[in-house]
């Protein structure tokens, strides 16, 4: 299973983020955006529960983690 995760960030810690981020298992992927939010997070996970298990345990306690935004791929 396949999700974008939109991240929300607490100012002046994008980059502190986005590197903690590149570190947590079932993250192929992370980037700064523009926009709304201020991360996107491309997580890989076997099923839906693992998916939120690397959400709630992993993403979401980051320092300066504000919110999260999953989007669930549907065709990969």
């Known amino acids: 299973m396949k999700a974008y995760m939109l991240i929300t960030i607490n100012t002046g810690q994008i980059e502190q983020v ?7 298992e079932g993250v192929i ?4 955006a523009f926009g709304p939010y201020d ?3 491309i997580v890989i ?5 693992a998916l939120g298990k690397i ?3 992993r993403i979401q ?3 300066g ?3 999260t ?3 669930l791929v549907v065709d990969d």
């Open 18 to 24: 986005i590197e903690h981020l590149r570190r947590v």
């Open 45 to 49: 996970a076997e099923d839906i529960k």
């Open 61 to 63: 306690p980051i320092p």
């Open 69 to 71: 935004l999953t989007c």
């Open 39 to 41: 991360a996107v997070a």
């Open 65 to 67: 983690v504000l919110d």
């Open 29 to 32: 992927e992370a980037n700064m």
């Open 55 to 57: 959400m709630a345990a």
